[in-house]
């Protein structure tokens, strides 16, 4: 069973740092597209960020030039670099990867359990 779990979450102050981890465990022929969602309370699911398997990524107006997006394809793992975070980032980190099992399961998406994250001084 395929499953992706996050870590690195917790509590910072405004204008410091965190590194968000999720790694992908399994059956896994191959991983493509990664992607980092948000859930602040009384909001909807946001998306983030997202890396392509090839290594192209996108971001949220929000978030460009402070957050980074890569992926280890060795291990299966996508990471979210958190720079200059502001009490506005604090929400439910969740990852998100298109994910192709091995075994006669078809390409589906999966998600984290999500990590906390907040930014208080």
């Known amino acids: 069973q395929v499953q992706l779990v996050e870590s690195g979450g917790g509590l910072v102050q405004p204008g410091g740092s965190l590194t968000l981890s999720c790694a992908a465990s399994?059956?896994?022929?191959?991983?493509?597209?990664m992607r980092w969602y948000r859930q602040a309370p009384g909001k909807q699911r946001e998306l983030v960020a997202g890396?392509?398997?090839?290594?192209?990524?996108n971001y949220a107006d929000s978030v460009k030039g402070r957050f980074t997006i890569s992926r280890d394809n060795a291990k299966n793992t996508v990471y979210l670099q958190m720079n200059s975070l502001k009490p506005e980032d604090t929400a439910d980190y969740y990852c998100?990867?298109?994910?192709?099992?091995?075994?006669?399961?078809?390409?589906?998406?999966?998600w984290g359990q999500g990590t906390q994250v907040t930014v208080s001084s």
């Open positions: 399994g059956r896994i022929f191959s991983i493509y597209g």
């Open positions: 998100n990867a298109d994910i192709d099992p091995l075994g006669p399961a078809a390409l589906s998406a999966y």
């Open positions: 890396i392509t398997k090839s290594g192209s990524t």
